[in-house]
């Protein structure tokens, strides 16, 4: 799986990014990102979003429109 918790990922390094939706009460909407570490090596960052009971909702909305905006994701 190649899972990473790496606080920071370069831009330039990012692979791919991919808007995974809430199951409503059963999950929370999430970013996973595909990008290269600093041996080249593929990887994978879960990036979780506030759930219902932080208004999740409408942060969700804001990150999305964020990574739209700046080209992460389409």
Not at 14 to 37: H, P, Q
Not at 51 to 59: H, K, Q, T
Request: proline share 3%.
């Amino acid at each position: 799986m190649n899972y990473s918790a790496t606080p920071i990922i370069e831009r330039n390094k990012i692979k791919n990014a991919k808007f995974i939706d809430a199951k409503y009460g059963a999950t929370r909407s999430r970013f996973e990102v595909l990008f290269a570490d600093e041996k080249g090596k593929i990887k994978t960052r879960i990036i979780l979003l506030p759930g219902s009971l932080n208004d999740g909702e409408e942060e969700t909305k804001k990150a999305l429109e964020i990574m739209k905006n700046e080209k992460i994701i389409r």
